[in-house]
């Protein structure tokens, strides 16, 4: 069957094109110390695509905004948007999901925030895998609580957990909340059923709250299974948390539209409370509209620019291979984010993220963010017209290939 979306449409997103992407503009202060002109640089770093969205939710966007009065928004609209997403999760991840257990909310990282100060205290622990997803730390920290590492185990650049150090931690009265990254950004794991089981059933056995972070739920590889873990038991249900959105899979991040699933009607209760003491903002206007359609109409576009991304990848790992094969990366399990390894190289991190933002021009998330274990890593994003992903390689090339 021929394709119905060009992924290969190379779209501006600088300056000029007066859309405000900080990918693409304005984000010199996130790479301080290093020296650069940002107008040079490749945009392959913070997680959004440089893809049209579905054409669906381009033409939901655009009619709501032709009706001209943006008012306040009956609760009407996010219950069409959780109806919507009912069915993507049925269709999708197997997964039965009531709206009534269902809160809308701006974004995930606004949800963590809320289940850290719901459901535990200042000074209390929060376990999470390091390398992950740097957000999960600012907000343990801006919150007053602790970190409690669980470092992910590392062979060959592929990552498991680290089952023994969770039962330990989880057994510390002081830990009272897991979060799980499901698909694991940014090393690219898509959970098992096995593994998930494990991790959940060892933190509920011990009474740690789990908060499981789904937001890249859609993007899976060929020959990966993605598990919610809704799914996983009853017992496990009754101390869970999940955070789902619409905004990586269609590319609306800026819309600002995300689900947090709470099956246990107590913990469900307590976190709504948590969100109005919060104020966290109504939906604006475009959000659930635009999520509606995404969920409705989406499954074509997420099929193809799965395979779109996934050629991307094989793309870089066989040019590693041939140019740099001190620099690796493995194909992710899913997320369009790939984890780039330098150790090989011999060259200290500054130096490689001063290589590349500076020599190679390309804007990538340095994995010294990502915590321990980032150190000789960058993360870059894939989900970009592979003509971009072939001027970066090119470019990679020239700095590093003395390291090789
Ligand atoms: C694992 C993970 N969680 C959450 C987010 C951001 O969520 P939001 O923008 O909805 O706060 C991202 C964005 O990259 C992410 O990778």
């Known amino acids: 069957m021929g394709k119905q979306y060009d992924f290969n449409q190379v779209i501006p997103r600088g300056t000029e094109s007066g859309s405000y992407s900080i990918k693409w503009q304005g984000y010199e202060s996130r790479f301080p110390g290093y020296k650069f002109d940002a107008r040079e640089l490749l945009g392959m770093w913070i997680a959004d695509m440089d893809f049209l969205c579905p054409p669906e939710v381009i033409a939901a966007v655009k009619k709501r905004a032709e009706h001209g009065i943006y008012g306040y928004l009956s609760p009407d609209a996010v219950e069409a948007f959780k109806r919507a997403a009912a069915g993507w999760f049925a269709r999708r991840y197997s997964y039965q999901v009531p709206t009534d257990w269902m809160l809308f909310i701006s974004g995930v990282v606004p949800s963590i925030n809320a289940a850290i100060q719901e459901f535990s205290a200042p000074g209390d622990g929060v376990i999470i895998q390091n390398p992950v997803y740097y957000p999960f730390s600012n907000s343990i920290i801006n919150c007053s609580r602790i970190i409690s590492n669980n470092q992910l185990i590392e062979v060959n650049g592929y990552y498991s957990m680290d089952f023994e ?25 898509v959970w098992t059923r096995d593994e998930l089981y494990r991790a959940c059933r060892i933190c509920v056995d011990n009474g740690v709250l789990v908060f499981s972070d789904e937001i890249h739920a859609d993007l899976i590889m ?183």
């Open 165 to 189: 150090g969770l039962e330990k931690l989880s057994q510390s009265s002081d830990n009272k909340i897991f979060i799980l990254c499901n698909p694991h950004n940014p090393v690219g794991r």
């Open 222 to 404: 060929k020959g990966q299974k993605f598990t919610t873990a809704g799914t996983l038991s009853d017992e496990i249900t009754q101390k869970l948390i999940i955070s789902f959105a619409p905004s990586k899979t269609f590319n609306i991040a800026g819309l600002a539209a995300s689900l947090i699933v709470v099956p246990n009607k107590e913990i469900r209760e307590r976190l709504a409370q948590r969100m109005i003491i919060n104020n966290y903002p109504d939906p604006n206007v475009f959000a659930p509209v635009a999520g509606e359609a995404a969920y409705l109409y989406g499954d074509s576009y997420v099929d193809e620019l799965t395979e779109y991304v996934e050629n991307n990848f094989d793309y870089v790992i066989d040019y590693l291979k041939e140019n740099l094969p001190a620099v690796t990366m493995r194909k992710a399990e899913g997320t369009y984010l790939g984890w780039m390894d330098f150790r090989k190289t011999g060259v200290e991190s500054k130096e490689i993220y001063s290589l590349i933002l500076e020599k190679a021009k390309i804007a990538t998330d340095l994995g010294e963010w990502f915590g321990s274990g980032g150190d000789g890593f960058v993360r870059i994003n894939l989900a970009c017209p592979k003509s971009i992903v072939i001027i970066a390689m090119e470019r990679l090339k020239m700095p590093f290939k003395a390291f090789n």
